[in-house]
């Protein structure tokens, strides 16, 4: 039987954003956070980290619902109702892991702290935009497991941004991207 990987979960510092980025442009093909962004003070990054490498990482911020409705017009568009009744909002971002890391319990252990993360700072609900491949949603177990439930599709969700940053989709290829989106509230 494989040894146990010991991993910590921590809190991201400002000398991981270059590894995050690296594990970013490798499972989705980019990564256009900047110091900024990521350590701005909305901004929650979690790292998983083994033996002071980067090999999985998490983001997410709580934003009013105001905000919310700024910046993801697409969701909003979708008129859903625990979205509109709610003042303080969870979003959870991008989770990733190095392919090799996978499957041990980093990405679930990421994925908890972000949650745990946005309840301590009262978000009333929490929302997760997940990317929906020919092969499914790499997340599902865990949205399920977690108890989020699917609320929206919105197809070809990245196709604009795709062509906005260049980005070659690792499902799709050169852009524009035309995955689904999938919309899950817990
Ligand atoms: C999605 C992703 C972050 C999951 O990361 P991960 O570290 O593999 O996640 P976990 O190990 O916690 O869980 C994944 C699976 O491993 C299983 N697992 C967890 N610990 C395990 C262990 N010790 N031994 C064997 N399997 C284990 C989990 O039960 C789960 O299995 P299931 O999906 O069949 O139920 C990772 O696959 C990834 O980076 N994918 C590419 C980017 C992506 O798609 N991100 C999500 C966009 S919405």
């Known amino acids: 039987m494989p040894n146990q990987l010991t991993y910590q979960t921590v809190p991201a510092q400002e000398n991981h954003l270059e590894q995050i980025r690296n594990i970013g442009i490798d499972r989705f093909g980019y990564f256009h956070h900047t110091h900024e962004t990521l350590f701005d003070p ?21 934003m009013s619902k ?57 978000a009333d609900i929490i929302i997760i935009k997940v990317w929906e491949t020919s092969a499914g949603i790499k997340l599902l177990s865990l949205l399920n497991n977690h108890g989020f439930e699917r609320v929206a599709t919105i197809p070809d969700y990245w ?26 509230i817990l």
């Open 42 to 62: 909305q901004t929650i990054a979690y790292c998983g980290i083994i033996d002071d490498k980067v090999v999985g990482y998490g983001i997410c911020k709580v």
């Open 159 to 184: 196709k604009e941004e795709s062509c906005k940053y260049s980005y070659v989709c690792p499902e799709c290829g050169s852009p524009p991207c035309t995955c689904n989106a999938v919309l899950y």
């Open 66 to 122: 105001q905000s919310f409705q700024n910046q993801y017009p697409k969701i909003s568009d979708k008129n859903i109702s625990s979205i509109n009744n709610s003042s303080k909002i969870g979003v959870m971002a991008s989770i990733a892991v190095i392919e090799k890391y996978c499957r041990q319990g980093i990405g679930n252990a990421i994925f908890t702290a972000r949650i745990t993360a946005v309840k301590e700072l009262k």
